[in-house]
T-cell receptor, first 112, second 111 residues
């Protein structure tokens, strides 16, 4: 595709539910990143994949958050037992070189 | 944790004026990038400056980098209402291949 795509664009769920957020990176980009952005803040790093493996997951806030990239392309961010504090925009980015990151439009997650 | 701090947090100017936003960071970097974000959604890459560069231009954008002061500035000349957005600086450090963002500057350009 032409850019990074994320689905769904909006997700509303109830506290305690499980959600999956999907990211389709630009074809051929081996590096993929997940960020979380709360209102009025800058994006905060969650996890970084190089190929299929998580090269750095130091930003995941707790064990309710998990992400996979089984074939080195599409990635899914999974959040268990959602809490109201998880409400944010979740951004995905991919890159081929260190000089150019490409961000998707984000998924706005609202936990009621 | 966030590496950069943008200054000011919010800036309101009239169309045609220049807008200057500043960014400070804490540790040595490989490069510094500026991004634009409309309505809290997708980030658009504007310009990148490497640690061995001092100034770069792209259209109406001018970025400077002072590694001794660990600071950068973004200048938008002849601003337009369409420039209204949030602007973020982000740094890449050493072998840490992730972007670390500041909190951003909300720029409002009044027609």
């Amino acid at each position: 595709g032409a850019g990074v795509s994320q689905t769904p664009s909006n997700k509303v769920t109830e506290k305690g539910k499980y959600v999956e957020l999907r990211c389709d990176p630009i074809s051929g980009h081996t590096a993929l990143y997940w960020y979380r952005q709360s209102l009025g803040q800058g994006p905060e790093f969650l996890i970084y994949f190089q190929g299929t493996g998580a090269a750095d997951d130091s930003g995941l806030p707790n064990d309710r958050f998990f992400a996979v990239r089984p074939e080195g392309s599409v990635s899914t961010l999974k959040i268990q037992r959602t809490e109201r504090g998880d409400s944010a925009v979740y951004l995905c980015a991919s890159r081929f070189s260190l000089d150019a990151w490409f961000f998707g439009p984000g998924t706005r997650l609202t936990v009621l | 944790s966030q590496q950069g701090e943008e200054d000011p947090q919010a800036l309101s100017i009239q169309e045609g004026e220049n807008a200057t936003m500043n960014c400070s960071y804490k540790t040595s970097i490989n490069n510094l990038q500026w991004y634009r974000q409309n309505s809290g959604r997708g980030l658009v890459h504007l310009i990148l400056i490497r640690s061995n560069e001092r100034e770069k231009h792209s259209g109406r954008l001018r970025v400077t980098l002072d590694t001794s002061k660990k600071s950068s500035s973004l200048l938008i000349t002849a601003s337009r209402a369409a420039d209204t957005a949030s602007y973020f600086c982000a740094t890449v450090r050493g072998s840490n291949y992730k972007l670390t963002f500041g909190k951003g500057t909300l720029l409002t350009v009044n027609p």
